[in-house]
C-alpha cells in the first residue's frame, strides 16, 4: 500500500500527521503538488512536484494510484477516479470516499457548482477545526491499524 497526498490544498497540520504516521507505520507517502515542497528527511516520504496545470497533480495521482492505496484528497471527481481504480479516499476532514458513497458525493458537489456557476452565493466550506484535525487523525491511525493486519 501507498498513500498519495493531493497535497497543493492540503492544510499543513494534515501533512504533519501524515509524515508521522508514515514514519511510524513504515509506509510509503508521496506528497504530489505542482509547487516545491519540504518534507522531513525520511526513507519513507517523497514530495513530487509536476508541472503547473489545471488538474496536472490530479492525473498523476490517478496514474501512479493502485487498488489498495490510499489517496488523501478533498477534490471529489479525483477521489471518484481513484475510487473507480480500487484505491480508497480519506479526505482531510476525516471521512472516507468509498463505492458506496462517492456517486452521492459528487452529485451534490456538481450540484453546487452548477449553483456557483449561475451566480449564487453558496458560501465556502467550514473552517477547519481541530475536531476535523482529530477526526482525520482517528480514520488516519484505524485504517492503518487494519491495513497492518492484512
Known sequence: MHIWVDADACPAVIKEILFRAAKRAQQQLTLVANQMLRVPPSPW??????????????????????????????????????????????????????ADNIQERLTMRNFMEGLRNSGVDTGGPATFSAADRQAFANCLDSFLARAARG
Open 45 to 98: 516520504i517523497r514530495a513530487l512536484q509536476v508541472p503547473a496545470g489545471f488538474d496536472v497533480a490530479d492525473a498523476r495521482i490517478v496514474k501512479e494510484a493502485a487498488a489498495g492505496d490510499l489517496v488523501i484528497t478533498a477534490d471529489v471527481p479525483l477521489a471518484a477516479l481513484v475510487v473507480a481504480k480500487g484505491a480508497f479516499v480519506l479526505d482531510p476532514r476525516g471521512e472516507f470516499l468509498n
